[in-house]
């Protein structure tokens, strides 16, 4: 089957803003490795080539004339390229669906969120002019609830089956005259590359004997940034002496959250990192002083389990969560996922996750301090989390999820 997935975000530094660049990258990435011909059409790198074939992977960079000009990343001039990508990019995608049709290729379109529904729109008009639209499965997904204020669903679910990441979104969207299909995010088999135990016991032995906690999100009100800079001020007077070390984003979101730290007392810095276990490690010199650390540099995919796995808990604790990758790729790096009050759909209170039920600190604080006195049931809750993880990789959720879904559409 071949397979064209059209999305904003992707595998570049410059289209990378949150969730939605590793799902679209890690989907496409396991399409290819399984043998089906996958283009990956993305708002790119300007400076890279328009083209490339990585590791069995199309990367079509899109929209690129408009990026030179807009340095901030994806979303920087935003609507000139939701418009470019609308009118230029599905006329191309058309003359390679019909050479892979007349070659009796199934072809499946997957688009992602608000910014290609326009391009879907004109795909649709231009499959059925040629008279191909019936050997073309063509589908939508909804990563998040934003921009469904300009979406025409009516319109949209004639000409496309319209997916989503949970049952939290399906619910969601039923307001809109809505009924998603549910195919729910993976993991790329990187999130369960292991850590040397030389790493793990190295961020430990920085600590000892401190309470490290993580926190990994847009700085966004939904992400409850707040609430975890209140379970670390409930956990210090407590006396259990908590880190927590963040990775937040360039929202203004994120001086309230410094603001706040400080009201509280708690003493906050910023650091950059230098990539990996080491740059990790070495960050956390010296921090007896710091109550909450603030990274302002990438956290690349080792530092990120690492920081995950050595951590008493990696508090997803968001208000409003579509899926909640952090919280599973806490769990496929041996961490402790503590979860939001959306229900993540992976997420089994006491069994693979501490689940959260209110927004008040004194129940997170709860939850941790129960596992830090009971290590077998912190042992138990890492090994089940690993093993719910690795449900979620890719491979499996194509194969037991992604593919029925375009045979039954394709019926």
């Given at each position: 089957m071949d397979f064209h997935h059209l999305s904003f975000e992707g595998p570049d530094a410059y289209a990378r803003s949150g969730g939605l660049a590793s799902r679209v990258t890690g989907l496409s990435r396991q399409l290819a490795a399984l043998g089906h011909e996958t283009h990956l059409w993305f708002v790119g790198d300007p400076f890279l080539?328009?083209?490339?074939?990585?590791?069995?992977?199309?990367?079509?960079?899109?929209?690129?004339?408009?990026?030179?000009?807009?340095?901030?990343?994806?979303?920087?001039?935003?609507?000139?390229?939701?418009?470019?990508?609308?009118?230029?990019?599905?006329?191309?995608?058309?003359?390679?669906?019909?050479?892979?049709?007349?070659?009796?290729?199934?072809?499946?379109?997957?688009?992602?969120?608000?910014?290609?529904?326009?391009?879907?729109?004109?795909?649709?008009?231009?499959?059925?002019?040629?008279?191909?639209?019936?050997?073309?499965?063509?589908?939508?997904?909804?990563?998040?609830?934003?921009?469904?204020?300009?979406?025409?669903?009516?319109?949209?679910?004639?000409?496309?089956?319209?997916?989503?990441?949970?049952?939290?979104?399906?619910?969601?969207?039923?307001p809109r005259g809505v009924d998603p299909l549910v195919i729910p995010n993976g993991l790329e088999p990187a999130a369960f590359a292991p850590l040397h135990p030389a790493a793990v016991g190295a961020v430990a032995g920085h600590l000892a004997p401190r309470l490290l906690l993580a926190k990994v999100a847009r700085f966004d009100p939904d992400k409850r940034w707040i609430a975890a800079i209140d379970v670390v001020a409930a956990l210090r007077q407590r006396g259990a002496r908590p880190l927590l070390v963040g990775r937040g984003g360039v929202e203004s979101h994120g001086n309230e959250v410094v603001e706040h730290a400080q009201r509280e007392g708690l003493r906050v810095a910023w650091r950059a990192a230098d990539p990996g276990a080491s740059g990790l490690i070495a960050v956390l010199d010296d921090v007896d002083d710091v109550d909450v650390l603030l990274l302002t540099s990438h956290l690349d995919p080792e530092a990120r389990r690492l920081l995950f796995r050595a951590s008493a808990a990696v508090l997803a604790n968001s208000g409003h969560e579509p899926f909640g990758l952090v919280g599973l790729e806490a769990m496929a790096a041996g961490g402790v996922a503590c979860t939001g009050i959306s229900g993540e759909d992976y997420a089994i209170p006491g069994h693979n996750a501490i689940v959260l039920q209110t927004p008040v600190p004194g129940e997170a604080v709860a939850s941790i301090e129960r596992l830090r006195a009971h290590p077998s049931e912190?042992?138990?809750?890492?090994?089940?989390?690993?093993?719910?993880?690795?449900?979620?990789?890719?491979?499996?959720?194509?194969?037991?999820?992604?593919?029925?879904?375009?045979?039954?559409?394709?019926?």
């Amino acid at each position: 089957m071949d397979f064209h997935h059209l999305s904003f975000e992707g595998p570049d530094a410059y289209a990378r803003s949150g969730g939605l660049a590793s799902r679209v990258t890690g989907l496409s990435r396991q399409l290819a490795a399984l043998g089906h011909e996958t283009h990956l059409w993305f708002v790119g790198d300007p400076f890279l080539p328009g083209y490339e074939r990585a590791d069995g992977l199309h990367l079509h960079r899109w929209c690129q004339w408009i990026s030179a000009y807009h340095p901030g990343g994806v979303y920087d001039g935003e609507v000139g390229k939701v418009n470019d990508y609308a009118h230029s990019l599905p006329p191309r995608l058309l003359e390679l669906i019909v050479v892979a049709v007349r070659a009796g290729t199934p072809v499946t379109v997957l688009a992602e969120d608000w910014h290609t529904v326009d391009a879907v729109l004109h795909l649709d008009h231009l499959l059925r002019r040629d008279g191909v639209r019936d050997a073309v499965r063509l589908l939508w997904n909804a990563n998040n609830t934003f921009g469904f204020e300009w979406i025409d669903f009516e319109r949209l679910a004639r000409v496309a089956t319209i997916t989503t990441v949970s049952r939290y979104m399906k619910h969601s969207m039923h307001p809109r005259g809505v009924d998603p299909l549910v195919i729910p995010n993976g993991l790329e088999p990187a999130a369960f590359a292991p850590l040397h135990p030389a790493a793990v016991g190295a961020v430990a032995g920085h600590l000892a004997p401190r309470l490290l906690l993580a926190k990994v999100a847009r700085f966004d009100p939904d992400k409850r940034w707040i609430a975890a800079i209140d379970v670390v001020a409930a956990l210090r007077q407590r006396g259990a002496r908590p880190l927590l070390v963040g990775r937040g984003g360039v929202e203004s979101h994120g001086n309230e959250v410094v603001e706040h730290a400080q009201r509280e007392g708690l003493r906050v810095a910023w650091r950059a990192a230098d990539p990996g276990a080491s740059g990790l490690i070495a960050v956390l010199d010296d921090v007896d002083d710091v109550d909450v650390l603030l990274l302002t540099s990438h956290l690349d995919p080792e530092a990120r389990r690492l920081l995950f796995r050595a951590s008493a808990a990696v508090l997803a604790n968001s208000g409003h969560e579509p899926f909640g990758l952090v919280g599973l790729e806490a769990m496929a790096a041996g961490g402790v996922a503590c979860t939001g009050i959306s229900g993540e759909d992976y997420a089994i209170p006491g069994h693979n996750a501490i689940v959260l039920q209110t927004p008040v600190p004194g129940e997170a604080v709860a939850s941790i301090e129960r596992l830090r006195a009971h290590p077998s049931e912190e042992r138990a809750l890492r090994r089940q989390g690993l093993v719910t993880a690795r449900r979620f990789a890719w491979s499996s959720v194509i194969t037991r999820n992604l593919i029925p879904q375009i045979e039954l559409a394709g019926r």
